[in-house]
């Protein structure tokens, strides 16, 4: 079955703009997590929906970084008034919930943002 | 809190020989651990994970991890390396006790190179 899907793939922005990320995660999948991937590191988790919950919004860096996710559908990361140091490859990944953490998350390939 | 450490951040490896890629991970409950491989440009791949029961976990291309409770390791192992085997890996942990959903942990990543 389809993936997790992510556009664009490449995102080159100038400092000071706006940008939406989009994430489609696999079809009923009711978890969708948001991380970013800096140059040479591990990936940092951002953010966590789980259906209709609260979303878990611990690991975004800052206010300029929000996103929504209507029901167990798309997902929208938005940056606002990015900067250089922004860049990054943004990945997602959605998971079918476990009891007890058991699920796997599945990543979608990412968004490159590169911030000038 | 809660971490991994990959010690190395390349390993060598000649077509043929066996490969193992080191993770070691702190926790305070019993962990859920996982490994993921990213090739080029693309988003993380999932390999294998350690729930419970038996410690050596087989994943897919034939790798395999092992897990030591009393070294809190999970290392990944395969008995001959292919060159396509070559991509960045990533070890990943879950506090067990941690409520489902929880965002992975992950470590720095091992660049795995097979030469031919």
């Known amino acids: 079955g389809a993936g997790v899907s992510q556009s664009p793939s490449n995102k080159v922005t100038e400092k000071g703009k706006d940008v939406e990320l989009r994430c489609d995660p696999i079809?009923?999948?009711?978890?969708l997590y948001w991380y970013r991937q800096r140059l040479g590191q591990g990936l940092e988790f951002l953010i966590y929906?789980?259906?209709?919950?609260?979303?878990?919004k611990s690991g975004l860096p800052s206010d300029r970084f929000s996103a929504e996710r209507t029901g167990e559908s798309v997902s929208t990361l938005t940056i606002q008034r990015t900067q250089q140091e922004d860049s990054a490859v943004y990945l997602c990944?959605?998971?079918?919930?476990?009891?007890?953490?058991?699920?796997?998350?599945?990543f979608g390939p990412g968004t490159r943002l590169t911030v000038l | 809190a809660q971490s991994v450490a990959q010690p190395e951040d390349q390993v060598n490896v000649a077509e043929g020989n066996p490969l193992t890629v080191k993770c070691t991970y702190s926790?305070?409950?019993?962990?859920?651990l996982f490994w993921y491989v990213q090739y080029p440009n693309r988003g993380l791949q999932f390999l294998l994970k350690y729930i419970t029961g038996d410690n050596l976990v087989k994943g897919s291309y034939g790798f395999e991890a092992e897990f030591n409770k009393s070294q809190t390791s999970f290392h990944l192992k395969k008995p001959s390396a292919l060159v396509s085997d070559s991509a960045l890996y990533f070890c990943a942990v879950r506090d067990r006790t941690n409520q489902a959903g929880t965002a992975l942990i992950f470590g720095k990543g091992t660049t795995l190179s097979v030469s031919s």
């Open positions: 079809s009923g999948h009711t978890a």
């Open positions: 926790v305070s409950g019993n962990p859920y």
């Open positions: 929906f789980q259906g209709n919950s609260a979303p878990d």
């Open positions: 990944a959605s998971s079918l919930l476990l009891a007890g953490g058991r699920d796997t998350q599945y």
